[in-house]
């Protein structure tokens, strides 16, 4: 006995009512119950379709499906964090990293030396720092909204707000207050601010074109449904 | 039976792997089924240990997927990647060495036979 089109769409009910709210997961989840329960079926036709149900979900254990939507995200999250560590290490060898001392180089010079416009503005060029950054993280949000809601996406918008997050740590790092910063400090702008540089290359240049290449390879293999 | 379920588990991946070797491209419930049947019933790999296996191999870039269109509605199949043919093979090696060592400490006398 198979299940109807009906139960089919029960099962996508069951699972977005168990917080699942990725369609391509959504989609594995559905298949596998569909087939437990048929195969339950094969041995007791009698069973009534809610308690099939029911028996298959318990096999997931006490987290039910949130678990496994959770260990895929945290799968996803190191394998690109991984990506992004390899990319950054690139930047401190042979030869990038001349390019990674030129930008330090830059950067020290304008932090050991700060003008008065600067100074007086310091706030200014932090805030305008931040809106620049949040600005490109809604653009990245809306570029990436897709009819489907696909798990990939959750990724993205982690790495996405990653520019954010890191630049509410090292807020002290990319401004200077003084015309005579001590060495110590200049030192931690510099570095803070060749760190963030360079994430941000690495983001924008490698990481953001994967992710949306993920994306668009995602939406292909469900394009047929 | 139970405490058998503890070996298996740090040999799930390999298990998986393995299975994918042979059998080209297999969805989650049949990986499940395959391994009941070849163990007779001995190993039984739950959903919650199965599903996030799969889904790390794939983020790890071992595992690449398929869709396709089954019994009116949408089949999630696995298949190795070139890397995930090597990670295979290296696992293996590993596993069997893992065996055979095993076989040396609990049965010493199996030496012999070599």
């Known amino acids: 006995m198979e299940l109807s089109a009906e139960q089919i769409e029960q099962l996508f009910d069951f699972t977005k009512k168990h917080f699942v709210e990725y369609y391509d997961v959504q989609v594995e989840l559905v298949d596998h119950l569909a087939n437990a329960i048929e195969d339950q079926w094969k041995e007791n036709p009698n069973i009534l379709f809610e308690d099939a149900l029911q028996t298959e979900f ?36 042979i030869p990038k990293i001349i390019f990674s001392a030129a930008l330090f180089y830059i950067l020290f010079q304008i932090f050991a030396n700060p003008n008065e416009w600067m100074v007086a503005n310091d706030y200014v060029i932090l805030i305008s720092i931040v809106a620049i950054t949040v600005a490109v993280f809604v653009y990245q949000k809306i570029s990436f909204k897709t009819p489907k809601k696909w798990l990939i996406q959750n990724t993205a918008n982690y790495l996405y707000t990653l520019p954010i997050s890191l630049l509410i740590y090292f807020r002290f790092g990319f401004t200077t207050s003084t015309l ?27 990481i953001i074109p994967l992710l949306k290449n993920e994306i668009i390879q995602t939406e292909k293999r469900f394009q047929f449904a | 039976m139970k405490k058998q379920q503890q070996l298996y588990k740090g040999s799930l991946n390999t ?7 042979q059998q080209g491209k297999m969805y989650g419930y049949e990986i499940t089924q395959k391994v009941k049947e070849i163990t007779q019933g001995e190993m039984n790999i739950t959903e919650g240990a199965l599903y996030p296996a799969l889904h790390k191999m ?23 990647t070139e890397s995930g043919v090597k990670e295979t093979i290296s696992r293996m090696e590993e596993l069997e060495n893992f065996i055979r060592n095993m076989q040396t400490i609990v049965n010493p006398n199996l030496k012999l036979d070599y």
């Open chain 2, 15 to 21: 298990i998986i792997m393995k299975l994918l070797e």
């Open chain 1, 180 to 206: 005579n910063p001590s060495l110590f400090k200049v030192l931690f702008s510099t570095t803070s601010s060749t760190l963030y540089i360079l994430f941000l290359i690495v983001l924008y240049s490698k």
């Open chain 1, 58 to 93: 318990k096999k997931f254990g006490i987290f039910g499906f949130t678990g496994l939507v959770e260990q895929k995200q945290v799968a996803l999250q190191n394998h690109y964090w991984r990506l992004i560590k390899k990319e950054l290490i690139d930047f401190f060898s």
């Open chain 2, 58 to 80: 794939e983020a790890d870039g071992f595992l690449d997927v398929e869709m396709d269109r089954v019994d009116g509605r949408i089949r999630k199949y696995y298949k190795l």
